[in-house]
């Protein structure tokens, strides 16, 4: 093989140097990543998507995705993912005392997304390792101040809230650089030795509130009921004694008008009285005979039984009495 001159020599080395140099001199930043640039370990600035130039063997770039949704399992890992996906556990994560003082089994999801490149490198050493353990120390605390009850059934959305909302504000503290999006309780267990027990304690819970609302609904039922019915005899009773007060005023008062009536004309006033009561009378009182109170003896020819008025014989042959 034929050597090339000293000077095709060097010119092929400063060629290659050239090439070398103008490849580290581009990089590209993908649609979901944003780039750090260092200057000799020191950060210069942030890039976003797209072809990007930085000075080689002077600077170089860390490329952060802040357009990923990220996560972390606790209490659990992904073995495998697809159709049927394999967990494997991990009960130094998942195992927790409630504020009730049992024993409960929590696996949860944290997915978060980085928002601020510059904090998420350099703000906080090991970061995954700070985020894992903040998520695991708030859960345990929110936990701890719940009934197992509640962390088991109502009260999981709460639980996954509050761990949010706490998790979000030491993010913040820290200057991680990081936003939650959201924490999900995967799975809430009592442990498996107790599982039968707890199963049977809610199933006894459970038949007692089925009671107590068929109770309630019996109550809904016939409380009503005489509640309406009391109220309807009051209501009459109250309607009966205002017609006996209005009936008992209204004859007063007749009454005294009768009576101012009878001190103004007293003669007129008791004919008139006299006569309307006996007209108010008389009809009931059936068949009436009016005689003369001067004429003798006629009470034995009034037949008063009804029957042929009683005369003498002289009396039917057209004699005297």
């Known amino acids: 093989m034929p050597k090339l001159p000293a000077g095709g020599a060097r010119l092929v080395a400063v060629v290659v140097v050239l090439a070398v140099l103008g490849l580290g001199a581009v990089y590209t930043v993908s649609a979901e990543e944003q780039a750090v640039v260092l200057r000799f370990g020191e950060f210069v600035r942030t890039e976003g998507p797209g072809l990007r130039f930085k000075m080689p063997l002077v600077e170089t770039v860390q490329k952060v995705p802040i357009q990923r949704q990220l996560k972390e399992e606790f209490g659990f890992r992904t073995v495998s993912a697809g159709v049927r996906s394999q967990f494997q556990t991990v009960p130094d994560e998942s195992s927790m005392l409630t504020g009730d003082l049992n024993a409960a089994v929590v696996e949860w999801v944290v997915q978060y997304r980085i928002v601020d490149p510059y904090q998420y490198l350099f703000r906080v050493r090991r970061v995954r390792d700070t985020l894992r353990d903040m998520s695991e120390a708030v859960m345990r605390d929110v936990v701890g101040d719940r009934t197992v009850n509640e962390v088991l059934t109502v009260g999981r959305q709460e639980v996954a809230d509050l761990v949010e909302q706490k998790l979000q504000a030491l993010c913040d503290q820290y200057e991680s650089g990081i936003k939650v999006d959201q924490v999900v309780l995967q799975d809430v267990n009592p442990p ?126 057209g004699g005297g009495p």
């Open 192 to 317: 498996q030795e107790v599982r039968p027990s707890f199963n049977e304690v809610n199933e006894a819970q459970q038949e007692r509130e089925r009671l107590i609302n068929e109770a309630q609904s019996q109550y809904n039922k016939v409380i009503p009921r005489a509640k309406g019915e009391a109220q309807r005899t009051v209501q009459e009773s109250e309607g009966y004694a205002l017609d006996r007060v209005n009936r008992s005023q209204g004859e007063a008062a007749r009454f005294s008008s009768l009576f101012a009536e009878y001190r103004k004309a007293p003669e007129v006033t008791r004919r008139r009285i006299y006569l309307e009561t006996m007209a108010e009378i008389l009809p009931r009182a059936g068949r009436k005979v009016v005689v003369d109170e001067a004429l003798p003896g006629v009470l034995p020819l009034l037949n008063l039984q009804g029957g042929v008025p009683l005369v003498s014989p002289r009396a039917s042959e």
